[in-house]
């Protein structure tokens, strides 16, 4: 693993090669608020989860899409991450990320009444980015995703949790709260501003 380390707001941290946000209620809207400014270069891949309904008609890919300077397209199994991408997690499939950093899919069983479930996707990065990964929880109605972005600052990675006072639905971050200190606590606002530093981190 690369020595290199570079400043980020008076953190000496890794390069980044990865970023995932992971949302639940009123997550559309923020997910959207959040990327709409990325430029279609941005470096970074980023991996969105939301939980939505088990169906195979999801039009969550096209509607950010249509929003996005970024390319969106829904994560396929085997295929690997490549940056300047937003990859949104089918609906009714676990998403993996493999130590080979590429995605895989399943149908195990859900995981806080949700499939996709955002601790396994976070879990599975962890293990294949260490300190070279970024993850953002932000608004919803359950705990998925606490114990997955503790893993996450476990293995070195950087956490982002939306302040809750600034969600929808104030369950998701406040879940996560109890588990850990991130790294940054800030509104989406804030946040966006950070994600944008955030490109000159990757590698």
């Known amino acids: 693993m690369s020595s290199q380390r570079i400043n980020l ?31 279609a270069d941005y470096r970074l891949p980023v991996v969105c989860l939301l939980h939505q ?17 970024l390319p969106v397209k829904e994560a396929e199994d085997k295929e690997y991450l490549s940056g300047a991408t937003v990859y949104v997690a089918p609906a009714g499939y676990h998403l993996s990320i493999e130590t080979e950093r590429s995605f895989s899919l399943s149908r195990e069983e859900p995981r806080h009444f949700s499939r996709p ?61 109890a588990l850990l200190k991130p790294d940054f606590l800030l509104s989406i606002n804030a946040m966006r501003l950070l994600l944008a530093e955030l490109d000159a981190l990757s590698c």
């Open 117 to 177: 479930s955002i601790d396994i996707l976070f879990e599975s990065a962890a293990d294949a980015y260490g300190e070279q990964l970024a993850a953002a929880l932000l608004t919803g109605a359950n705990e998925d995703g606490a114990a997955g972005l503790l893993a996450i600052q476990q293995a070195g990675g950087l956490t982002l949790v939306q302040e809750p006072a600034d969600a929808l639905v104030p369950t998701m971050p406040n879940a996560a709260l």
């Open 53 to 69: 309904p088990d169906r195979n008609d999801s039009l969550l890919a096209d509607l950010l899409a249509r929003r996005l300077q």
């Open 9 to 39: 707001r008076g953190q000496v941290r890794a390069p980044l090669q990865a970023l995932l946000i992971g949302a639940s209620a009123g997550g559309v809207e923020a997910l959207l608020s959040l990327l709409e400014d990325l430029p």
